[in-house]
DNA sequence: CTATCTATCTGGTAATGACCACTGAAACCG
DNA sequence: CGGTTTCAGTGGTCATTACCAGATAGATAG
């Protein structure tokens, strides 16, 4: 990591100064509650302007790496939440975060006719002409975490199969990757069910099983939704966690 | 609502302006998707300075309200996320939003010594002094919807009293106002449990029903823990919901 | 010695000017 | 007519300058 800001590089100067400080915090030569440098002093250190300098700070801020106290000076927050602020994560990232070996098997892909609630959530006419289906069991280390079964309304032309699915890892890799699909908002919500026998076999737990069943709808960058996803994570093996600010 | 930036404001004219536009878009004057002025032109438009013009939409963006594209212009988000962040919200404005009437019962107020998990949440060495622990059934249109047990860790002198909480209605009213605590940051988790005897007779649930457990430790603007906070909600009458993005 | 004032830090807001990168449509050329 | 180039307009980045407002410590007056 370099410790200057350079113009020729192909990054904005305030990413790369806010690179700098991220790297200085949590390499922890800035410790917790510690004052940095105001925001004159940066100037100087690193021959950016202010603004610049305050670009980047605002970046850290919201990333909750630091915060200013007007009048005071601009500190390191401890680094207890400086995780994400309410990141946009698959299941696979959330697990790797978790230190859990992320796994998967594909239970059935295909296109199908959208059911109406589904229709509903990606903004579709119903009926509708089939679209993308995946059915997967995700695994953590090995045994099942949970089922999710998700819908995908891509633009014409493009088309998914179970080779591009293995050869990603990951759906939202793909997504970005391929067909220059960037999720960048999504709606979730969170609720109890108890698991029907079907469910209970694919989980290897009990039927009637409580479950936490998530529902999420994401959008792309346009803001058009895209997927709609419902994973039912076993009660007993699955902890959601969120950051919230104000 | 004014439709000019006014210098004399006590507001920043970059919040104004934020307020305007948003009263533009809420209102229906502009709809979705489509291309608002150009900054340059609300430069002119709004007699305030590109910066600042910037720093509205920023405010925007991040609320979800518009979206920008880079050569294209700034549009009006699609409503439908137009809502909060990933607010910080008490359980008294969650149901208000959601049209439900908010009620409480208060079970239980006063000093106790914090067990193990609460000290770890709010950074108290264990064992530690009483601090203030309420227990409250929490009542969604004069139904139980959920049986809440909040510890605050306030600073030495601050006391909160059942009649503080009469008074105040709301707990973060109460911090804000009377003792200049401003939450602004909070780490929550959700998983699943099944209700015990006790908690079914007050939820009104049958024993073994599967209840939503939510916990969230609250951080203060100095980023110090102040409020560690269970609830379990009932399963069969609460949905968590979320916004994340990217 | 205490309480107040003030100088001087801090971050917050704002204007001005400049250049870059991306987009899309009009103008151009084969 | 069809493909290409050009260019004007957009948001993205950055420097410079200025003043305001909250916080704090040292100087000052009581």
């Known amino acids: 990591m370099p410790d200057t800001v350079q113009p020729t590089e192909v990054l904005p100067r305030y990413i790369q100064l806010a690179s700098?400080?991220?790297?200085?915090?949590?390499?922890?030569?800035?410790?917790?509650?510690?004052?940095?440098?105001?925001?004159?002093?940066?100037?100087?250190?690193?021959?950016?302007?202010?603004?610049?300098?305050?670009?980047?700070?605002?970046?850290?801020?919201?990333?909750?790496?630091?915060?200013?106290?007007?009048?005071?000076?601009?500190?390191?927050?401890?680094?207890?939440?400086?995780?994400?602020?309410?990141?946009?994560?698959?299941?696979?990232?959330?697990?790797?975060?978790?230190?859990?070996?992320?796994?998967?098997?594909?239970l059935e892909i295909g296109m199908v006719e959208p059911p109406r609630d589904v229709c509903r959530q990606l903004e579709l006419?119903?009926?509708?002409?089939?679209?993308?289906?995946?059915?997967?069991?995700?695994?953590?280390?090995?045994?099942?975490?949970?089922?999710?079964?998700?819908?995908?309304?891509?633009?014409?032309?493009?088309?998914?199969?179970?080779?591009?699915?293995?050869?990603?890892?990951s759906i939202y890799r793909l997504l970005e990757d391929k067909l220059h699909i960037i999720p960048t908002e999504a709606g979730e919500t969170l609720e109890v069910t108890l698991a029907t026998p079907a469910e209970a076999v694919l989980l290897q737990i009990k039927p009637g099983s409580p479950l936490l069943l998530s529902e999420r709808t994401t959008y792309s960058q346009e803001r058009r939704p895209v997927e709609f996803v419902k994973i039912l994570y076993r009660g007993d093996r699955y902890t959601y966690t969120a950051k919230l600010t104000r």
């Open 20 to 106: 700098i400080l991220r790297g200085r915090i949590t390499s922890g030569e800035l410790q917790p509650n510690q004052l940095i440098p105001s925001e004159r002093q940066l100037e100087e250190i690193y021959a950016v302007s202010r603004p610049t300098i305050r670009q980047a700070l605002d970046l850290l801020e919201r990333q909750g790496l630091v915060y200013r106290a007007h009048g005071r000076g601009t500190f390191v927050s401890p680094q207890k939440l400086q995780k994400p602020i309410s990141e946009l994560t698959s299941f696979t990232e959330d697990m790797k975060r978790r230190g859990i070996e992320p796994g998967q098997k594909l």
């Open 125 to 169: 006419a119903y009926p509708h002409a089939p679209i993308l289906r995946i059915e997967r069991l995700r695994l953590g280390d090995g045994t099942p975490m949970g089922l999710q079964t998700s819908y995908y309304h891509l633009p014409d032309g493009c088309e998914i199969t179970a080779a591009d699915l293995e050869q990603y890892g």
